[in-house]
C-alpha cells in the first residue's frame, strides 16, 4: 500500500510538470459545383510536452472524426525525445523536420511525407511525422554555423489525393490490376539527408543553404506489367507500381535589404533543387527521369497595409526520349492583412503560367476570444479540365471552421 | 497690447531657455542608467473600443553590450501562438529579425519592413517594443515646448523630430519628463503631423537599489481607433547574465 503511494505520489508529481495543450477544430466545406458538402471534419489534437533540464519530451496525439464517412480515427502524430548537448541537439522518433527557405513551395522541403488525401487541408498539418533520428550541430554559440544530419530508417510513401480529388486514371490497355510495392525495412532503403546553413552579415542579414537527401520519389511511377496469371502471358496484365531511388541536391539563401529611398526591409528568398536518378537520359519508361526546380521569394510589408509574398517557380522535367522535355512556369502571391487585433484577411493566388490554371484562396479569420477563432475562405480553381489546377474545377468550395486552442 | 504680450511670449521662450533645453532634458533622460540585461514576462491587454479584451503572454530577454543589443520574445499565450519566437539583434545602425513559428517548424528571416507593423495585433508595434528601452537621442532634434506642474512636481515637455535622413516610423514625439525622476510619463506620436497614439507609463519601480527607475505598467492607445493596448510587465530580473546562446535561433526553437 506504502508502494502504490509512492507511484501515485511520484506519478502526480511528473503530471504536474507535463505541458498540457491542444487545439479542436470543426471544418466544414460545401462544393460550389453541386451544393454537396465536400468536408464534415472535427480534429483534437492534444500535445503532451516535458521538459528537463537538458532534454525534452514531446507527443502529439490526433483524434479525428468524419463526418462524411461517419467514421472515426486516431493517429500519433510527433513523439519524440531531443538531448541538448554541449554542441548538438539529438532528437530521436516521431518527427517533423523542414528544410529549405520558401514557404509551401519549397523543393528541399521533401524529408516527409505529405498526406494529399484532401489537397486544400493546411499543408502544415499535411505533413506526417515518421520516425528519425535528426541532429543539429551548432559549432559556434551564436548560431551562425549549422549542421544537420536526418536518417530515416523506413521510407514512407505519401499518401495520394482521394474521393472527389483523385486524378483521373488511365490504365495501359490490357491492364486490369494495380499493384504498389514500398521498399521494405531494409537497412540499405533507408532515407539520407543532410544540410549546412551559415548567416553572414551582408547587407541587412543573409542566410545560406546546401542540402543534400538520399531518398525516394514520394509517390509511385510504372515499373513493369506483367501477366496477372504468370502462365497466360496474353490475359489480363497487372501494372506495377514502386518508388524510384533518387538524390536531391539543393541550395537556398534569404537575403533581408533595403532600396533606399524607395523601400525598407525586404526579403528575397531563393531555393533550387536538382534530383539525380538512375536514368538521367531517360531512355528507360519504367525509370523516374532527373528533374530541378527553382523558386525565388520577395516578402515586403506595407505600410500600415499587407504583407505580401510574390513567388515565381520555375520547374524542369526530363522527358523519356525521344520526347521534348518539359517547363513549367507558376506565379504566386500570398497577402495577409491584420485589419484589427481580431480580423485578418488572407489571400492565396496560385497560377500556372505554362498551362493557364490556378487557385484562387481568400480567407476571413477572426478572433471571438483568446484561443477560440473562426474562419471562412473559399477556394476557387480555374483552368482547362487537363491541367494542374483546372483538373480540380469541380472541387471549388466554400469553407467555413472554428478552432479553439487551449 | 499686442507687443507687451509678444514681449512676455519672448520673455518666457527666453527663460525656458535659459533654464533647460529640450537637448539637455533628453541628455538627462538618456543619461539614466539602463539596464545591461533583462529578463521577465509581460501580459498584454488589447482593449477594443467595446471594452473587448483579448490577452498575450510573452517572456522577454534583452542583452546590451556598447552598441550590440540583443532582444528575444518568446510567446507564452495565447495558445494557437504559443512557442512562436522572436529574434532581433541590432548592431552598428543594423538590425536582423528572425521568427521561429512552430508549426511550419523553421526559421524564418523576416522582412525589416515588419517592424513598423503591429505586434501580435497591439498598439505597439515591433520597433516601439525594442525600443522601450530608450530611443537614440542623437537621431532626433529635441525642443522644449513647456514645462508643467504635475503630481510629480515639475515636468518638461519636450517635442522630439528625427534629423534628416534618420529612418524614423514617427514624424514627431512629444515626451513628458518629469524632472524629479527623469523618467518619461507619457509620449504623444504623431504621423505625417497628426497624432497617432499615445503612450502613458506608471508603476515606476525602482531596480538594484534605486539604480534603475523602469516603469511597470504602459498603456498605449490609438486615438483614431480608441483602441488600447495595456502592457503590464511581471517578475522582471535585472543585470542578470543571459549568455549569448540565448538570442540564437537554437534557443528560439526549444
Same mark, same amino acid.
Given at each position: 500500500m506504502k508502494k502504490l503511494s509512492w507511484i501515485l505520489a511520484l506519478a502526480g508529481l511528473a503530471l504536474a510538470q507535463v505541458n498540457l495543450s491542444g487545439q479542436l477544430d470543426t471544418n466544414f466545406g460545401v462544393r460550389t459545383s453541386d451544393a454537396t458538402v465536400s468536408l464534415g471534419q472535427t480534429t483534437l489534437k492534444i500535445d503532451l510536452g516535458y521538459d528537463l533540464e537538458d532534454a525534452a519530451l514531446k507527443a502529439t496525439l490526433n483524434f479525428g472524426y468524419d463526418a462524411l464517412s461517419g467514421k472515426p480515427s486516431f493517429s500519433l502524430g510527433e513523439? &519524440?525525445?531531443?538531448? &541538448?548537448?554541449?554542441?548538438? =541537439?539529438?532528437?530521436?522518433?516521431?518527427?517533423? *523536420?523542414?528544410?529549405? $527557405? @520558401?514557404?509551401?513551395?519549397?523543393?528541399?522541403?521533401?524529408?516527409?511525407? #505529405?498526406?494529399?488525401? $484532401?489537397?486544400?487541408? =493546411? %499543408?502544415?498539418?499535411? #505533413? /506526417?511525422? *515518421?520516425?528519425?533520428?535528426?541532429?543539429?550541430? &551548432?559549432?559556434?554559440?551564436?548560431?551562425?554555423?549549422? /549542421?544537420?544530419? @536526418?536518417?530515416? !530508417? #523506413?521510407?514512407?510513401?505519401?499518401?495520394?489525393?482521394? +474521393?472527389?480529388?483523385?486524378?483521373?486514371?488511365?490504365?495501359?490497355?490490357?491492364?486490369?490490376?494495380?499493384?504498389?510495392?514500398? !521498399?521494405? %525495412? =531494409?537497412?540499405?532503403?533507408? @532515407?539520407?539527408?543532410? $544540410?549546412?546553413?551559415?548567416?553572414? =552579415?551582408?547587407?541587412?542579414? /543573409?542566410?545560406? +543553404?546546401?542540402?543534400?537527401i538520399r531518398d525516394y520519389f514520394s509517390f509511385p511511377s510504372a515499373k513493369k506489367i506483367v501477366p496477372v496469371d504468370l502462365n497466360d502471358s496474353t490475359g489480363p496484365q497487372k501494372l506495377i507500381l514502386g518508388h524510384d531511388r533518387r538524390t536531391l541536391l539543393g541550395a537556398d539563401f534569404a537575403l533581408a535589404f533595403s532600396i533606399p529611398d524607395v523601400a525598407e526591409g525586404l526579403v528575397l528568398r531563393g531555393e533550387a533543387a536538382y534530383a539525380l536518378t538512375d536514368d538521367p537520359q531517360g531512355k528507360d519508361p519504367f525509370t523516374q527521369n532527373p528533374y530541378a526546380e527553382g523558386v525565388l521569394s520577395l516578402e515586403y510589408t506595407w505600410t500600415d497595409g499587407p504583407q505580401t509574398i510574390v513567388v515565381y517557380d520555375l520547374k524542369w522535367q526530363k522527358a523519356d526520349a525521344p520526347a521534348a522535355d518539359t517547363f513549367t512556369q507558376r506565379l504566386g502571391l500570398l497577402a495577409s492583412y491584420d485589419y484589427n487585433e481580431r480580423t485578418r484577411l488572407e489571400g492565396a493566388w496560385l497560377h500556372n503560367l505554362s498551362d493557364g490554371s490556378g487557385l484562387l484562396r481568400p480567407q476571413l479569420v477572426y478572433t471571438f476570444a483568446d484561443g477560440v477563432s473562426g474562419n471562412i475562405g473559399f477556394a476557387y480553381f480555374y483552368g482547362p479540365a487537363n491541367s494542374e489546377f483546372g483538373v480540380y474545377n469541380q472541387n471549388s468550395e466554400v469553407q467555413l471552421g472554428l478552432s479553439y486552442s487551449f | 497690447m499686442r507687443r507687451v504680450l509678444a514681449s512676455l511670449g519672448l520673455i518666457g521662450v527666453l527663460s525656458l531657455a535659459l533654464a533647460v533645453s529640450g537637448e539637455e532634458v533628453m541628455k538627462k533622460v538618456d543619461a539614466r542608467p539602463n539596464p545591461s540585461a533583462m529578463h521577465g514576462v509581460m501580459v498584454m491587454q488589447l482593449v477594443n473600443k467595446q471594452g473587448k479584451t483579448l490577452t498575450r503572454k510573452i517572456e522577454l530577454w534583452t542583452k546590451k553590450v556598447g552598441d550590440e543589443e540583443k532582444m528575444l520574445i518568446k510567446f507564452l499565450a495565447p495558445a494557437d501562438v504559443k512557442g512562436t519566437a522572436f529574434l532581433a539583434l541590432k548592431k552598428g545602425g543594423k538590425e536582423e529579425m528572425k521568427l521561429y513559428l512552430p508549426a511550419l517548424k523553421r526559421i524564418r528571416r523576416i522582412a525589416g519592413s515588419q517592424k513598423k507593423g503591429s505586434f501580435m495585433g497591439s498598439d505597439f508595434t515591433y520597433d516601439d517594443i525594442s525600443n522601450l528601452g530608450g530611443m537614440k537621442i542623437e537621431d532626433y532634434n529635441h525642443k522644449l515646448l513647456k514645462t508643467e506642474e504635475g503630481p510629480e512636481g515639475k515636468v518638461f515637455v519636450v517635442e522630439s523630430t528625427p534629423k534628416p535622413g534618420v529612418e524614423a516610423s514617427y514624424s514627431k514625439l512629444i515626451v513628458w519628463v518629469p524632472e524629479a525622476t527623469y523618467v518619461p510619463t507619457k509620449i504623444e506620436f504623431y504621423k505625417k503631423g497628426k497624432l497617432y497614439k499615445v503612450l502613458q507609463s506608471s508603476k515606476i519601480e525602482s531596480f538594484a537599489d534605486g539604480k534603475y527607475l523602469i516603469p511597470t505598467y504602459l498603456v498605449m492607445e490609438n486615438v483614431k481607433t480608441k483602441h488600447k493596448t495595456i502592457l503590464e510587465q511581471q517578475d522582471l530580473e535585472i543585470d542578470i547574465e543571459i549568455p549569448d546562446s540565448v538570442f540564437s535561433e537554437r534557443f528560439m526553437k526549444r
Open positions: 513523439a &519524440y525525445a531531443t538531448v &541538448y548537448l554541449n554542441k548538438m =541537439d539529438l532528437s530521436v522518433g516521431n518527427q517533423v *523536420v523542414s528544410w529549405g $527557405r @520558401v514557404d509551401y513551395l519549397s523543393p528541399e522541403d521533401v524529408l516527409n511525407p #505529405k498526406n494529399l488525401a $484532401r489537397p486544400l487541408a =493546411d %499543408p502544415s498539418a499535411q #505533413k /506526417l511525422p *515518421v520516425p528519425m533520428v535528426h541532429a543539429t550541430i &551548432y559549432p559556434d554559440e551564436a548560431g551562425m554555423y549549422q /549542421l544537420e544530419a @536526418v536518417w530515416i !530508417p #523506413k521510407f514512407t510513401p505519401s499518401i495520394a489525393p482521394q +474521393g472527389a480529388w483523385a486524378p483521373p486514371v488511365s490504365l495501359p490497355s490490357g491492364v486490369t490490376q494495380v499493384e504498389t510495392t514500398v !521498399p521494405g %525495412p =531494409d537497412l540499405t532503403n533507408g @532515407v539520407f539527408g543532410v $544540410r549546412a546553413t551559415a548567416s553572414f =552579415d551582408v547587407l541587412d542579414g /543573409l542566410d545560406l +543553404g546546401a542540402t543534400v | -
